[in-house]
């Protein structure tokens, strides 16, 4: 039987590579789980949701901004050059009943292999969700004016004094909505029912703005388009009318499904929702002893690269004092 590692990291993210990097240089010499390529409504891919974006320009330190892949690549090389290694594979399960704990993992090749080790730092983020259409993950992929994001793409000089669409109806619309007028001349907002989900001082704030316009009872049923976007089709739910609406871009608000579906039985807790529980914020414990959070699964609010940078170097910390208390160093 091999030795159990003493920390394994798991998810490929700006978190997971934070830790690794955090992790490796407190000579805690991790293995971190970077996944497989696989299709779940949108594309997950090694390297996190930073893989299917273009621009970004709200990291710092990239004072011209930087293309997402190629910020992801600078993030594994750094994480590599402090003797991280690297596994090509899902974890798919764990038991965090036992101890060491113990990771259930799978290559490409179907082939199951399980991993004791004494920590884990939990980096496998979450993804947004989609509507499913042709041609919205092409365009949302290669920078055509779709996406998932209003504060990572909004305020792109792509989208400035457009007219822009959000869909949905919960509380981050709205933030999303109210957010696009920034820079937007004109927001239409499309939610398939009569009233909208949000908590009223959120919906109130998209109905009072005067550059938000509101269809009710409709959905996207297109999205149109070549290189950019150039309109959606909607069809309202009760009349079954179709029309086309003009417009430059559009932002998908209907939620985020964290990557935490593996953990199911685990040991660990998770919100209703399936996010990661901390159980003493602003450390980044978990439920369980030696088993800690990062990033966009762990986080319902901010869902930013630096902010899922930021959990991943608190886990790490966190995870180095716990090891250490435990004798483990
Ligand atoms: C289109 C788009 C554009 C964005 N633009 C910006 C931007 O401009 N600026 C900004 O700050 N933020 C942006 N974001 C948000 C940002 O990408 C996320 O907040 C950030 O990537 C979260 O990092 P993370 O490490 O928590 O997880 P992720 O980036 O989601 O990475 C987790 C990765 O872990 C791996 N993984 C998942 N499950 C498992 C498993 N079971 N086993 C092993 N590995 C697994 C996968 O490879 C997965 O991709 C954007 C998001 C999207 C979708």
Redesign the pocket.
Known sequence: MPAPEKIAI?????????AALYAARANLEPVL?????KQTG?Y??????????T?????PGYAKGVQ?PEM?SDFREQALRFDTRVEP????ACDFHKRPLVLT?VNSGGEKQTVDTHAAII??????NWLGLENEQRL??SGGGV???A???GALPVFRDQVLVAVGGGDSAMEEASYLTKFASKVYVVHRRNEFRASKIMRQRVLDNPKCEVIWDSVVTEVVGDKQITGVKLKNLKTNEERDLACRGLFVAIGHTP????LNGSGVDLDDKGYLMLSAPPRMHTSVAGVFA??????PI????????G??CQAAMDAERWLAAEGIE
């Open positions: 798991i998810g490929s993210g700006p978190a997971g590579w934070t789980f970077e996944g497989l390529p949108g997950v891919l090694p390297g996190g949701q930073l893989m299917l974006t621009e970004v320009e709200n990291y997402g992801m594979r899902d974890v798919v993992t980096a496998t983020g979450a993804t947004a949302a992929i996406s998932a994001c504060v990572c793409d990557a935490t579906a593996f990062a990033g966009d699964a762990a986080d901010y869902r930013q690269a630096v902010t899922a940078a959990m991943g």
